[in-house]
């Protein structure tokens, strides 16, 4: 089981940005999936999950600019960025609450590598 984060890039503040995390593997199961973000020197932080009925929470930092989506159908979450601003500048990770076949009645939290955002002032 793999996740596979794309999307990020150089962007000016005010700008948008789509990333995208698909999960890859072979999967029984998938409850939560999320967006956590690392700035340099920082801890890394929530900025928004998704549960496997579709509820949602964001970060305050992020509210009412970010939007998480999912594709069940792809296993895949979305992140649509907009409005963004310097300080949103980090390496985003996703991550996801998996049961893999090998072991259904567990699920466990994966992790992407990373995908910089830059957002330039």
């Known amino acids: 089981v793999q996740l596979q984060a794309s999307g990020g890039g150089l962007v000016q503040a005010g700008g948008s940005l789509r990333l995208s995390c698909a999960a890859s593997?072979?999967?029984?199961?998938?409850?939560?999936m999320g967006w956590y973000r690392q700035a340099p020197g920082k801890q890394r932080d929530l900025v928004a999950t998704i549960t496997s009925s579709g509820n949602t929470a964001y970060a305050d930092s992020v509210k009412d600019r970010f939007t998480i989506s999912r594709d069940y159908a792809r296993n895949t979450v979305y992140l649509q960025m907009n409005s963004l601003k310097p300080e949103d500048t980090a390496v985003y990770f996703c991550?996801?609450?998996?049961?893999?076949?090998?072991?259904?009645?567990?699920?466990?939290?994966?992790w992407g590598k990373g995908t910089q955002v830059t957002v330039s002032s």
């Open positions: 991550s996801a609450e998996i049961a893999p076949m090998s072991d259904v009645y567990h699920h466990v939290a994966y």
């Open positions: 593997g072979l999967i029984f199961s998938i409850n939560d």
